[in-house]
């Protein structure tokens, strides 16, 4: 990578340029830095991207296959981590494609509609310093590609990865494909995206070419897309809050009692006989009245009293808010998915579909553990009340009891039963939840099988427009740089180019290619401007003429590389180091034709 080379926002007035550490974002007013992205290892990038539409952001692809995305407006902040292919990433491109719909999507879609859209929105749980909040669910992408208040035109996010041996594609920073391909037989040049196509230009002259049209083109192949990535997050949303019920909530109350319980009494079964005779018989032995005073005393019982409160009360509000909502959406989603390959199979063949009888299942288990739980809750609740006046009897003989046997009929067989419960190895108490771990594991058979149609689904769409390598003319070695413009035509005629044309240098020419259909729209021969050059250095080069104001000698290349339409030269020198040159190009166009000239 080239330190003097700097990529120009495409929407605001910055640029970007890589230093020893890492990247710095700069103002062109006054080349002030405002952002500083470290990056460990500089060898390890792979290549680096402005967000092509709104500007604000900065992907950068590591060798490794991951891709970190930048807030450039933030300091350099890092907002999303993505990990989109396997190692040996060699370049990469992000590309934002707009989906228009056609009349024929509307009237493909008007059947289908999303019903988890007007469901009431999503909330999600997540622990501060001090305790579980509920905040509004917002997914980790939401930052770097907000959502539109309408889905007339919905953007779908490609982070394209060109590997030693494969494509890999990742949509919307979720989803990815990939597909082999022969080994890379020649030093990759440059790989870019004009007109949603991707080209990757290599040293030997062969190039190839990937598009997704035919994925943008068809609804169906959108619909899942969007059902599976929506599953997905859903999947993931519930993975993550029953982990949250494990750690945050029952590990902590679990943990206590396997301190104050079995460890401070000598075992579960001891403790539970001897409090079933106290509540039975009244019988204090020394050992009990021991426990009860020095290990509960009033701050381990109020100790047990939180957690195990927060242990049922705040479980059920995550079963109830969170977990709830997203078995619906899971449910419908999983129905929206099967109905879409109903349909489809009227023409094509597709594989089984998926067993979506295992979300109805996983709901099932939700009702049922909130069920049991609130049950369980109450059993809990008479136990402590009768255990407080134990505990605090036995610190205070004056201490008149508060909750009697006698004057209330639940209390005694609520409490026996929590006993049995909780006070044992290997305690059934929170059984429910365990087994909501275990049921939401077979869910992924339903996600995986999805996951599977989809990917055959997407990689039918790209080969269908993928390219080898095609070795062409002979006019296309010694390839030294490249770059996409944007173009506009003042005419008003209609030619179609009007979204991007590659600019492209060789060592002997410079060349206007359409990417679509890669032909050669215009061309110059490069010609090195030396006018100015002679006042400061002289080139060591045995064919230069000095006498003449231009050169076609280009054994002193050593670097060239685009900086817009201006290509910028590095030349070899004396001893007192290189010679940097520039030649702007104008491209315009001329009726149904472009032209090509130097400035």
């Known amino acids: 990578m080239d330190q003097d080379y700097v990529d120009y926002n495409p929407v605001y007035p910055l640029y970007v340029k890589q230093f020893t550490r890492g990247f ?157 391909l022969a080994a890379i037989p020649s030093p990759l040049v440059k790989f870019v995206s004009a007109q949603h196509q991707y080209l990757a230009f290599y040293q030997d002259g062969s190039v190839e070419r990937f598009d997704l049209a035919n994925l943008v083109k068809d609804p169906f192949s959108l619909r899942l897309l969007k059902n599976v990535i929506t599953m997905r997050q859903l999947h993931r949303y519930l993975q993550d809050h029953i982990e949250l019920i494990q750690r945050d909530l029952l590990q902590p ?41 020095n290990s509960m005393g009033e701050k381990n019982l109020k100790r047990w009293r939180k957690l195990g409160t927060d242990a049922y009360h705040k479980t059920l509000q995550v079963l109830t808010l969170a977990c709830l909502p997203a078995c619906e959406r899971l449910i419908s989603l999983g129905q929206r998915c099967t109905g879409n390959l109903l349909s489809r199979q009227l023409t094509l063949q597709l594989p089984l579909l998926p067993p979506i009888d295992c979300l109805q299942f996983f709901l099932k288990n939700v009702l049922e553990a909130i069920a049991s739980l609130s049950s369980q809750q109450r059993l809990l609740g008479s136990f402590l009340d009768w255990f407080d006046d134990r505990v605090r009897e036995s610190i205070d003989e004056d201490y008149k009891l508060r909750f009697n046997l006698h004057d209330n009929s639940s209390l005694g067989p609520d409490t026996a039963s929590y006993l049995q419960l909780r006070l044992r190895n290997s305690s059934p108490e929170f059984s429910s939840v365990s087994d909501l771990t275990h049921s939401l594991a077979s869910t992924t058979d339903c996600v995986s099988s999805l996951d599977s149609i989809l990917i055959d689904a997407l990689t039918s769409k790209i080969n269908i427009s993928h390219e080898a390598h095609n070795k062409m003319n002979d006019i296309f070695c010694d390839l030294m740089d490249l770059t996409v413009i944007k173009t506009n035509n003042p005419t008003g005629t209609a030619t179609g180019l009007e979204n991007g044309l590659i600019l492209l240098a060789t060592k002997s020419q410079v060349i206007l290619l359409d990417p679509q259909s890669l032909m050669i729209l215009a061309q110059l021969p490069l010609q090195i401007p030396l006018t100015y050059l002679e006042k400061e250095r002289e080139f060591v080069s045995s064919t230069t003429t000095m006498a003449t104001s231009t050169t076609t000698t280009q054994d002193m290349i050593t670097r060239a590389y685009w900086q817009h339409t201006t290509l910028q030269l590095e030349l070899q020198g004396s001893q007192q180091g290189p010679i940097k040159t520039a030649i702007d190009y104008q491209v315009t166009p001329n009726g149904d034709q472009w032209s090509l000239a130097v400035l």
């Open 253 to 293: 109350y679990d943990e206590f009692l396997e301190r104050c319980c079995q460890g401070a009494f000598g075992g579960y079964d001891l403790l539970r006989e001897q409090l079933i005779d106290l509540m039975l018989v009244g019988d204090v032995t020394p050992e009990l009245e021991d426990w009860l005073v």
């Open 24 to 180: 710095s974002v700069h103002r062109m007013a006054d080349d002030a830095r405002i952002a500083t992205i470290i990056v460990r290892d500089m060898s390890q990038v792979a290549g680096y991207q402005w967000d092509p539409i709104t500007g604000k952001f900065l992907s950068i692809f590591y060798k490794d296959g991951t891709v970190r995305i930048y807030d450039g407006f933030r300091s350099g902040r890092l907002v999303s981590l993505l990990r989109a292919s396997s190692n040996g990433a060699v370049s990469g491109i992000w590309d934002r494609i707009e989906l228009l719909h056609s009349e024929e999507n509307i009237k493909d879609w008007s059947i289908d509609h999303d019903v988890t859209e007007m469901m009431p929105k999503m909330v999600k749980f997540a622990r501060d310093s001090r305790q579980l909040c509920v905040v509004p669910y917002t997914l980790p992408s939401d930052v770097w590609r907000p959502q539109a208040a309408d889905d007339t035109n919905a953007l779908l996010d490609a982070h394209v990865i060109r590997c030693h041996d494969s494509l890999s594609v990742m949509f919307d920073g979720e989803f990815t494909i990939s597909i082999q």
